[in-house]
């Protein structure tokens, strides 16, 4: 077959010997012929034309110039130590630097000796410069290879020391090509790439890595990232539909005592229209004879918390247990508190289950699961070990912080003789695109509602200069009867210093605020779990006014009297963190208000993040700009769900194209449900062997 050809292992590519095979598999995890082919370039040097130095301006990308180093030299000293050339041509002059590799630098650049330099120029000082630029003397430049748009591959310091830069890795990818030629094989129908008007794959994989021009550049690279989008699409909407297809699903026909009770007695307010329509959504579900797999989005203080609890109570009435789970002991334990709370006076008994929960309540805890005299458990992750067997599990509510992939949900299948339906709550909103592709094979409701009487959270910005105005704002809040958090960050690289930060400000604040008249708690990641209770305890009965903590406070804490959120350092924080932090407050009737402290010196990428939280208090919108600040791949844990290891989609700029895919696959589906028809088979081949590799799949088809 020829699509073997791409199987061979890249120890038999020409060029390749064991150490370099061995490199690539470290480094970049290349295998094969196939995977290096997929690592695709992540820019081009445009080679079509030589630029002088007269035209430079400030806006202009990677380009080529030629001309003579007329004078070099050493600069600075020690850290600032540089080599520094002037370059010039007919038209200007124009500074080269270098910050390291000086010897090798200084070495290679000679003075009267005529080069092509590529780099993105900058102007310095109102001087134009470039900074390590790649550098080739003139007389070998040559065109070695048929593209005008020169690749330039990602490579590594260890890649670089087996001559594995961006050109050695150009002269491998021109190697393979040369090999295969014709034998790239097509993974997508004809009548799509007709329809689409996409070139081949072996075209689109020629040319991303040897683009003729830029034209051809761009079909390529579109082909490329409507065919990742696709499969990823495929795989979520071909599983959703075999799952409606074998799994039954659990129907909760009747209303009854728990909920109405509930309903009619415990519940503190009237629900908004929002949660009334989600929970007939999941009512609907849950009688519809099919496992729900519900995605419940809504923005921090939404009030998920309650359409979860009324769920549980659904399944309970129906004869089934439920179970609701918490990214954090400690939001595990407020759940479990609150739900205590509201279910205070009702005939139902609650579990709670945890990493530091004892051995010997485990044991009852378990017992009571498996003989099902246990109806309602809340806990962490310590929920889907394996240990862990419901007699009739009815409902899972998953309460996380994108942290929940695919994977994990699947695990909560087994947990019972039958199929449990599955509501996946998220902590904050998250844009659309991603939304569809982590959670593509899930129906999504939304809460774009918040309970009446909420004032929007004033959001202001402050320097360390305006410090004491803060602390006196706080003392008049505290002094109305309020409650402030001040929160500080904890990143794990900067532990330690962090730590030692938090505990300077929580001292700065008890001498800020002294006792008895105040009371400070503190919490923070490194204290246990019933410690970190006490004092949240405390905090929520009012007994302390001010809590200095870290982002463990981040998730879901509802404390409605505390009104003020203090941010230190907040900008180190990315956005949906800082957004999540500010829903801590805004719970109650009062204004409430968020201070976001910072340094002098901001990032620009620092500054639009400040100004977005200044701004709105729009969780949707707030998810939309950090996902095009930062790009999905670092979003919190999306990297664990395994569906979003993109190589040229991006989910912030790419929405049309995953778009077209998923009506493509949704249309697709609903034409040949089970991939018979002749024209699907390379769609079928293509995905049984994708299929293979994820070894999870295959356990439900
Ligand atoms: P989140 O969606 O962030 O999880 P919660 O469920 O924690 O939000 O709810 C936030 C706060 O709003 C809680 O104190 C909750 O009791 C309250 N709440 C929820 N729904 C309503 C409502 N319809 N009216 C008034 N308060 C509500
Ligand atoms: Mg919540």
């Known amino acids: ?71 070099k030299e050493m600069a600075g000293s020690g850290r600032s130590k540089r080599l520094v050339a002037r370059f010039e041509d007919e038209t200007g002059r124009m500074e080269l630097i270098w910050f390291r590799g000086l010897k090798w630098i200084d070495g290679y650049v000679k003075t009267g000796q005529r080069y092509v330099v590529f780099e993105k120029p900058t102007f310095y000082n109102g001087k134009v410069s470039m900074v390590h630029p790649e550098m080739e003397l003139l007389s070998e430049n040559k065109k070695e290879f048929n593209t005008s748009l020169q690749p330039v591959y990602p490579s590594t ?67 490329l990232k409507f065919e990742e989008l696709f499969f990823i699409q495929l795989k979520l909407l071909y ?41 007939k959504e999941i009512r609907k579900d849950t009688l519809s004879g099919f496992q729900m797999n519900r995605l419940l989005q809504g923005d921090v203080g939404s009030g998920k918390t309650v359409i979860a609890l009324m769920s549980m109570l659904l399944a ?22 609150s739900v205590k709370k509201l279910l205070e006076g009702m005939d139902l008994q609650a579990g709670l289950l945890t990493g ?112 004491l105005r803060v602390l006196g704002f706080l003392k008049e809040e505290i002094a109305r009867g309020r409650q402030v958090y001040i929160v500080y960050p904890l990143i794990e690289e900067s532990e330690k210093l962090d730590l030692l930060n938090l505990m300077e400000g929580y001292d700065q604040i008890v001498r800020a605020f002294p006792r008895p008249q105040y009371q400070v708690s503190i919490v923070h990641g490194k204290m246990k779990p019933a410690e970190k209770d006490f004092e949240m305890q405390r905090f929520l009965k009012g007994e302390t006014q001010l809590m200095v903590a870290t982002t463990v406070i981040e998730v879901g804490v509802d404390v409605p009297n505390a009104s003020v959120m203090v941010i230190e350092n907040s900008e180190r924080f990315g956005l949906s963190q800082l957004h999540q932090l500010r829903g801590r407050v805004g719970r109650g009737a009062e204004q409430s208000y968020c201070i976001l402290m910072t340094g002098n010196k901001l990032s620009k990428e620092a500054k639009v993040r400040l100004e977005t939280m200044v701004r709105t208090n729009d969780g949707f919108e707030i998810a939309e700009t950090d996902l095009k600040l930062r790009g999905p791949g670092d979003l919190q844990g999306t990297r664990q769900s395994g569906m979003l290891d993109l190589r040229l989609a991006n989910l912030a700029k790419d929405q049309q194209i995953l778009r077209e895919a998923r009506e493509c696959v949704q249309e697709l589906l609903g034409e040949d449900p089970e991939l018979t028809l002749p024209e699907n088979q390379v769609l079928k081949n293509f995905f049984l062997q994708q299929h293979k590799k994820a070894a999870f799949w295959e356990k439900i088809s």
């Open 1 to 71: 077959m020829a699509s073997q050809i791409l199987l061979t292992p890249v120890d038999y590519l020409k060029g390749v010997g064991p150490s370099r095979a061995d490199v690539l598999k470290k480094e970049l995890s290349v295998f094969t012929w196939e995977d290096l082919l997929l690592h695709y370039p992540f820019r081009y040097i445009d080679k079509t034309r030589f630029y002088t130095i007269g035209e430079i301006n400030a806006d202009m990308q990677y380009i080529q110039l030629a001309g003579t180093v007329t004078h």
């Open 157 to 223: 310091e260890k890649l670089k020391k087996f001559a594995l830069d961006s050109k050695g890795i150009m002269r491998l990818q021109h190697a393979i090509l040369a090999e295969v030629s014709g034998e790239i094989p097509e993974t997508l129908p004809a009548y799509l790439l007709e329809k689409h008007r996409l070139p081949s794959k072996g075209e689109a994989i020629r040319h991303v890595h040897f683009p003729p021009n830029e034209q051809a550049l761009n079909r390529a690279i579109a082909r």
């Open 239 to 279: 599983y959703k539909q075999v799952r409606t297809r074998r799994f039954k699903g659990i129907v909760f026909d009747k209303v009854g005592d728990q909920f109405n009770t509930f309903y009619n007695e415990k519940l503190p307010f009237e629900l908004t229209g929002a949660q009334k329509r989600v929970l």
């Open 316 to 337: 309970i009435d129906n004869g089934w247990q439920a179970c609701m789970m918490a990214p954090t002991e400690l939001l595990a334990m407020q759940h479990f508190n």
């Open 356 to 467: 530091s929960t004892p051995m010997s309540e485990r044991k009852v805890i378990f017992e009571q699961l498996e003989n099902g005299t246990l109806p309602l458990l809340i806990g962490t992750h310590a929920l889907i070990e394996e240990s862990v067997q419901f007699r009739q599990l009815g409902l899972a509510v998953v309460d996380e912080q994108h942290r929940f992939g695919v994977e994990q949900r699947a695990k909560l299948w087994k947990k019972s003789r039958q199929v449990p339906h599955v509501l996946v709550m998220t902590a904050t909103p998250i844009p659309r695109t991603l939304a569809m592709t982590v959670y593509g094979d899930l129906d999504v409701s939304v809460i774009d509602e918040l309970p009446a009487g909420r004032k929007p959270i004033i959001t202001t910005h402050r320097y360390e200069s305006g410090r």
